[in-house]
């Protein structure tokens, strides 16, 4: 080392004041209408993550317990769902697709800071959860994470790193243990 230090301690915060504002309304929204809204009402949730910018489809199912961070960077496809008590922090887009669900206590993290810098800048990093998967309880997304088309992720595990499509994957961190074969339906 040469002994230079790299000066970032006067840069600005990445979220500017819109930022700032909206997240603080969206607070509000979501500790009273949103929180206190009966189980039913999915639409009623979707109507006010869409007044907030959020892309996400009617048929989309949020949990009243789910926390979401910035609204404006959600993008849910139709039948997806965030289960009780997943929190969504999703600083950059986060987009979970087409009938996938992400279980209860869940946590998304589309955040990591600057560890090698002084003052641990905010680096925001988009999570993507292909259609088809099952996110089962408690499991955390790392950020940048992109789970590949009709994954199953286990139950408590931990994910650091893109997982293939159409597999079964467990542990921290997360990784492949077999195929998943969809069974045919029986009558």
Not at 5 to 13: A, E, G, M
Not at 93 to 108: A, C, E, F, N
Not at 162 to 182: N, Q, W
Request: hydrophobic share 40%.
């Amino acid at each position: 080392m040469t002994g230079e230090r790299l000066d970032i301690s006067n840069k600005p915060s990445p979220h500017g004041l819109k930022n700032k504002l909206g997240r603080f309304a969206w607070g509000a929204v979501q500790a009273t209408l949103f929180r206190f809204s009966p189980r039913p009402c999915k639409r009623w949730r979707v109507f006010l993550l869409r007044l907030f910018g959020a892309d996400v489809s009617w048929k989309a199912r949020i949990m009243p317990s789910a926390t979401i961070w910035a609204p404006w960077n959600l993008k849910m496809d139709d039948y997806a769902t965030l289960g009780d008590g997943v929190v969504c922090y999703c600083v950059d887009r986060t987009r979970i697709g087409r009938q996938s669900t992400v279980s209860q206590y869940s946590y998304l993290c589309g955040a990591t800071h600057g560890f090698e810098l002084p003052n641990f800048p905010l680096t925001p990093m988009p999570i993507t959860i292909g259609a088809n998967c099952w996110v089962a309880a408690d499991v955390f997304v790392a950020p940048g994470v992109t789970i590949g088309d009709g994954t199953v992720v286990g139950a408590r595990s931990s994910v650091f790193n893109d997982l293939p499509g159409g597999k079964v994957c467990v542990g921290t961190p997360a990784k492949p243990i077999r195929d998943r074969v969809i069974a045919e339906a029986q009558d």
